[in-house]
């Protein structure tokens, strides 16, 4: 027969059991903030993730291609896919960032390790430095018209290339004369 002990540690261990077994999985966002990135820097709407726990290796699925505007105006794919480490995503494909006229697409993203309250955004050549505190929540994200062309300065064939095609493109503008009266 059990004793009064013995059934109030069952009673307390079940309800203990039952407590832990409702806590919600965790989300994509509690990974970003347990890696010590800010939760907006992917928009609200994950309609699914991956992660794998060991290597970092992650896919985020949207339900859309959409736009966020923060400083800058940031496109992100269907798919978002990178390595998430202490305070940085490398490897990063899927999202691409605004600057001028032309986007380009980002390679990685690191919280500056010295405090100073910047997030980097690597483009290739090119560090894009942010605020972090525009990244605390993630931002709602507005269905993408196309998907732009992007400039990605990290292969030298395709910056070359992308080059002449920026060329072309501003040449008819260099080209024009104003004819004054």
Known sequence: ????????????????????????????????????????????????????????????????PCDAKFENQFHFDYNISGVLSDGRIGNLSGVTQKELFLWFAVKGIHVDPESSGLIHFDVGVADKQLSLSLFESPRDCTAAESEPLTVDLSNHRDFKKQSEDIQSILEPLRTRRTIGF
């Open 1 to 64: 027969m059990a004793s009064s002990r013995d059934l109030f540690f069952l009673i307390i261990s079940s309800i203990f059991l039952l407590e832990l077994s409702s806590l919600p999985d965790p989300s994509f966002y509690d990974y970003l903030r347990e890696s010590g990135l800010p939760a907006g820097i992917v928009p609200k709407g994950v309609t699914n993730f991956s992660i794998d726990i060991k290597t970092g290796q992650f896919t985020v699925a949207l339900p859309v």
